[in-house]
């Protein structure tokens, strides 16, 4: 009898440790996230005691993971530039420290009234300072000299006139100034901008990237400047405020390749003008000019470059037309773009490169704001130098 009753106790045992072994599990599970289309009724909240502390919020949970919405960025807004037609008269202001050299200046000398060779030295010596130039300066004086000895004139309207007559005409009003924006191959027109180190390269890109965009061409910018990281970030800001793509690589990547490239996704998404900002390189550098014409012969691959931009500053003076004269030797620069205009007097510096190269100055940038680039036309450069009111 007593060993039924010892082997009944230990079966008891058994089955407790068997039913405690299933149920453990059971009560050691965390309340899980319902199925979709379930009923959960949250489990009771613990009813604190009075005088006791009730738990933090943050600890108390019903088990449901709430996840944060996405955070969307916002669209970018799109500027409008400024329409270019006319920015020369509007920003005409901007040339107020060259009136005093070409418009106060020479208008003063003339309205002398015996104007002797000490005087007409003083009028060339005026001209030269401001980067005209000596040839085009014995001209412009020779041309004055004569008029005024046959007209016999005097009045500050009438030699304003003959002033900018002349000057104008040292500009050479005949130049085609347009940019080739425009081919009859169904590919994009290609411009390349080129231009010495601290000229304003990679802004200036960015700006003939608004006046393209403003006359109603698309565009897509090749960032073939790879030597400086933050050239091709610059010109990714300027091209994503009008909305214009732009083809990057890898900093220190090949510049032609990048140049290929740009022009390659400029066909292929059939825009009306691929824009390539390239380095910035100093004129006696030898092996970088060399790479900036494997830039351009790479590019002409896909076929011929319609454009080549030489960024010029107006503070270079005569330095400026040696820049010229080798980037033209190794890319046939096609015109040129004249930056940091009005803070200067030496805006001579335009007949100056015109006389000497044959090269038009197509666009005079005339401020830091984002549209004071802008279309050069030689009566109005002219009228803006020499100022309305020669007394004033």
Known sequence: MADFLVIGLVLLGVLILTALGLLAPRLKRRWEPPSPGEVVTPPPREVTEPGTQAPPAEEITTGVIVEEPPVVAPEPVLETPEPTAGRLVRLRSRLSRSQNVFGKGLL?????????????????????TADVGVDATREIVDNLRERVRVLGTRSPADLRALLTAELVAALDPELDRSLNTSTTTGKPAVMLVVGVNGAGKTTTCGKVA?????DGRSVVLGAADTFRAAAADQLATWGGRVGAEVVRGLEGADPASVA???VKRGIDAGVDTVLIDTAGRLQNKIGLMDELGKVKRVVEKHGPVDETLLILD???????LEQARVFTEVVDVTGVVLTKLDGTAKGGIVIAVQRKLG???KLVGLGEGPDDLAPFDPAQFAEALVGSDPTA
């Open 108 to 128: 003063g000398l003339l309205s002398r009234d015996h104007l002797d060779e000490d005087a007409w030295e003083e009028i060339e010596d005026s001209l030269i």
């Open 210 to 214: 608004r006046v393209l965009v403003a």
């Open 260 to 262: 290929f490239d740009a």
């Open 314 to 320: 107006a503070t270079t003076g005569q330095n400026g």
């Open 359 to 361: 090269i038009p100055v």
